[in-house]
């Protein structure tokens, strides 16, 4: 089984397109492949087949694959809302109330997305990996979508950066230095 990741320098950098690029591409070559978001924060979101709720875009992500939409493909989903945070795990919420109890529940959710990931990987001959946000928030202590995933996974990665807004170069450059080791040695191609 192999794994690709794609990371970003920030949100709304191009990643869930180019997770979905290649899972097209992949599927049109005769190739078993499969979307896996570690943790997704989004209010828009998808129920599978198996009455389990996912982010939107992953749902995007398994169509653009030509495989039924999954839990074990966004195994985190965080759905915030004005004065309380839904945390769900496997598809079905297991919290509800103040975003700063995530971290009651982190142990969980690292143990779920490890299980989920070597499931999915079981099933498919190819897992594309979307990080979120930035590839390099240096501010978190537990970056389960971008740093943990990619030290179970052992992906080769790719950095997308958007030049829309300028800085492009600077911004591939500054994520890429600031990134955690195990990160920054799997990034292949930007």
């Given amino acids: 089984m192999k794994t690709i990741m ?3 320098t920030n949100s709304s950098c191009g990643k869930s397109f180019v997770t979905s690029a290649i899972l097209r591409y992949l599927n049109n ?26 982010a939107y875009s992953t749902y995007v992500q398994s169509l653009a694959a030509r495989v039924p939409a999954k839990a074990i493909m966004n195994p985190v989903l965080i759905k915030p809302a004005r004065d309380k945070t839904q945390i769900i795990v496997n598809g079905e919420v297991i919290y509800t109330g103040d975003y700063q109890n995530y971290d009651n529940y982190l142990e969980r959710i690292k143990k779920n997305v490890q299980e989920a990931f070597f499931k999915l990987s079981k099933e498919y001959d190819v897992i594309v990996i979307e990080g979120a946000g930035s590839s390099a928030e240096i501010n978190m ?48 191609s930007f």
């Avoid at 979307?35 to 198996?50: G, R």
Wanted: without cysteine.
């Fill in 29 to 54: 070559k005769g190739i078993s492949s499969a979307p896996f978001k570690a943790q997704n924060i989004s209010l828009n979101s998808y129920i599978t087949d198996e009455n389990k709720e996912i």
């Fill in 6 to 8: 794609v990371v970003g």
């Fill in 141 to 188: 202590d537990n970056d389960i979508a971008n740093s943990f995933i990619a030290e179970i996974a052992k992906p080769y990665s790719i950095l997308v950066g958007d030049i829309h807004w300028g800085g492009v170069f600077a911004s591939l450059h500054g994520t890429l230095d600031l990134m955690p080791k195990s990160l920054k040695n799997s990034v292949k």
